[in-house]
């Protein structure tokens, strides 16, 4: 049955590379295959040549210049994730699709290996409508060999890849509709998406709330009520969908996957093959779903490392994870909205407008909301404006550990930072109860003893 590993991983992205990692740095035997690129989707298709394609975009680059500049950083990257760094660590890099032909074996062409544990990281690729099949399109998987600019283009999803694309290619000249459904980055609080919206629009963004439905003869899209957009391209970012059906996972006995991804318990064993493990975006973990984060990613590598080395529980957590949107002002968002904390829940808002170091900087757009517990606990919070990423950090660790809100309060802070913003919600809030008139009381009589 060929060569016997303690792990075996399917596919290099930021979920498998970080299992190899972990585990052949702990001493374990590994074998990592990869069809594709090291690196996966985020390295090469996904966020670094989106977030490069956004700085390039702002400092007013050609479309040409743009191009070698996304090629820059991958090309910087990649050493980090390369076969050769990971052979160098002891793995066995096989480069080559595999396929299941048992619970624990897999075939990669004429190579058969097996593993004490299999973790199936193969990633998800961008959903496309079908009315578009044998059409015309770019995906965030092949825009940035796109030959030239595009006049007129038309982004067909209004998730984080379809808004922050639009600031990019607007930046650089380009008409952009983008045809977004109901709602602009849905999953996100309404108030924080509302800024990023008027800045797009101020750029000359336009956004069509209805659904597209076909394409249109000589090229664009046709709404669903009947209009019809004209546009030179069409970019799809409609979200990501998973399709392991060259995995034959039938043979490993698992049957529970579908578009979503590979159905899991919350420990991220798959259903059927409880020594085989899901990764990254190909994961479907009971009670929580599908968490397409480079950074969920590396989490889950976490997971599942913690059980197949030390034999110690491990388990992804229910919160909604930290995740940014890079647009002009940023959004980032962790845990819980006010509409998901339930009952007792209340936000406490501080907008960048009464905090001194955006008002020096003349840049004062956005602001700060902590949602809190009943019990006084930050379970959530939100940022739009400059620096929301740099600055979400602290209220994922808030979040993380259920943090009361008085130890955010009484936190020291450098002046002037756009941080305080955040302390100043939670001083404010516990100023309510620290001056009504029972701690008043309290003060008037105690300043009289001797």
Same mark, same amino acid.
């Given at each position: ?30 074998? $990592? ?8 989707? *985020? =390295?090469?298709?996904? *966020? ?105 283009? $038309? ?153 197949? *080395?030390?034999? =110690? ?17 940023? $959004?980032?968002?962790?845990? *819980?909205? $006010? ?30 909301? =902590? ?80």
């Amino acid at each position: 049955m060929g060569r016997r590993f303690d792990v075996v991983v399917v596919g290099a992205g930021a979920a498998g590379l970080s299992v190899a990692y972990g585990a052949a740095r702990l001493g374990l035997s590994v074998a $990592l295959v990869e069809r594709g690129e090291m690196g996966g989707e *985020c =390295l090469n298709a996904g *966020c670094v040549p989106s977030k490069t394609f956004l700085a390039a975009a702002r400092r007013g680059l050609a479309w040409a210049e743009v191009r070698r500049e996304i090629r820059r950083a991958v090309d910087t990257i990649a050493p980090v994730d390369s076969q050769a760094r990971y052979e160098g660590l002891g793995v066995t890099v096989l480069r080559g699709a595999a396929k299941f032909i048992g619970p624990s074996a897999l075939a990669v062409g004429e190579t058969s290996i097996a593993g004490r544990y299999v973790v199936v990281a193969a990633g998800s690729r961008p959903k496309v409508p079908d009315f578009l099949a044998g059409g015309v399109y770019y995906t965030s998987e092949t825009v940035w060999d796109a030959p030239a600019r595009p006049e007129k283009l $038309l982004i067909l999803g209004g998730g984080p890849m379809g808004v922050e694309m639009a600031e990019a290619f607007a930046s650089l000249g380009s008409a952009v509709t983008v045809v977004a459904g109901p709602k602009i980055l849905p999953r996100e609080d309404a108030e924080l998406v509302a800024p990023v919206v008027a800045a797009l629009r101020a750029k000359g963004v336009v956004f069509e709330f209805l659904k597209a439905v076909d394409l249109a003869p000589g090229g664009g899209l046709v709404l669903e009520d009947g209009r019809t957009l004209a546009g030179d391209a069409i970019l799809v970012a409609a979200g990501r969908v998973v399709d392991i059906s060259d995995l034959n996972p039938a043979a490993a006995g698992i049957f529970a996957w579908g578009p979503a991804g590979l159905r899991t318990d919350r420990r991220l064993r798959v259903a059927g093959a409880k020594k085989n493990f899901a990764a990254g975006d190909v994961a479907d973990p009971d009670a929580v779903g599908p968490q397409r984060f480079t950074h969920v990613a590396g989490s889950h590598a976490g997971v599942i490392l913690r059980q197949i *080395c030390f034999r =110690l529980p491990g388990r992804v957590s229910e919160m909604p994870p930290v995740r940014t949107v890079l647009t002009a002002p940023e $959004l980032a968002q962790v845990g *819980c909205t $006010l509409d998901q904390a339930g009952p007792g829940a209340r936000a406490l808002v501080q907008h960048f407008a009464e905090n001194d170091r955006a008002i020096c900087e003349g840049d004062t757009a956005g602001l700060i909301k =902590l949602v809190v517990d009943r019990r006084g606990r930050i379970v959530g919070a939100g940022i739009v404006g400059t620096g929301a990423g740099e600055m979400i950090g602290m209220y994922a660790l808030a979040v993380a550990r259920r943090m009361k809100l008085s130890a955010l309060a009484g936190l020291v802070l450098p002046y002037p930072i756009r941080g305080e913003a955040g302390k100043r919600a939670a001083g404010a809030f516990l100023g309510e109860k620290l001056f009504a008139p029972g701690p008043r009381l309290v003060a008037r009589l105690m300043s009289r003893l001797p």
